[in-house]
């Protein structure tokens, strides 16, 4: 990664944690309100090289269970409040603090989960030869509402041609795909699909 990169990265995260703070908070009080505790939703995922790191986003999601006391599907615990934060994208403030701490940067293929790193293909694996973004060329061309083959494709691309004016790119279409809403969830699900490998597809 360019010192160029990372420095726009600290540069970008802190002065956002600073502005935003406000929404941050107003945004941490309703999640506690509406969803209880915890606030933060907490989980590895393959960062650099698929090396783990643990991603903060704000929770979205209840806890609510079957009578067998296992989870419901997400679709039945993400409540009206959860989509907004999702649509909205104010889920993903907390990521800040990632980009901030060097885990995360502020553009590169989305983490994913870390039982998805034995099913890439190799091509697909490539991923990961930059950092995870909050928001990545897969995000603004499709983001949800794209195949996992054409999301892996776009990230890939980005890899191949990542730069700081790139990055710039992608960050204003960002705003404007976070303004218009769209792409947030793949069709007859709340996010995306499970990943199942190539084979699988």
């Known amino acids: ?108 293929p989305r983490p994913l989960l870390m039982q998805y790193l034995p099913l890439y293909t190799p091509e697909q694996a490539r991923r990961h030869e930059a950092k995870p973004g909050i928001t990545g060329w897969a995000q603004i061309n499709g983001r949800n509402a794209i195949s996992w083959d054409e999301k892996f494709a776009l990230d890939v691309w980005y890899v191949e041609h990542q730069s700081v004016w790139l990055d710039m790119k992608i960050l204003v279409l960002t705003v404007l795909k976070v303004v218009k809403r769209e792409g947030i969830n793949a069709a007859n699900d709340a996010t995306m699909p499970v990943f199942k490998g190539k084979d699988a597809q």
């Open 1 to 108: 990664m360019s010192v160029a990169k990372r420095l726009l990265d600290i540069a970008a995260s802190s002065v956002g944690l600073i502005l935003l703070a406000p929404v941050f908070l107003g945004t941490a009080y309703l999640v506690r309100k509406k969803l209880g505790s915890p606030i933060l939703f907490k989980q590895v995922r393959p960062g650099l090289h698929g090396q783990p790191f643990q991603m903060m986003k704000f929770r979205t999601m209840t806890d609510a269970k079957d009578a067998q006391g296992n989870l419901l599907p997400d679709a039945e615990r993400l409540t009206s409040f959860g989509k907004f934060l999702r649509s909205s994208s104010l889920d993903e403030l907390p990521e800040l603090i990632n980009v901030l701490k060097g885990d995360m940067s502020l553009v590169g």
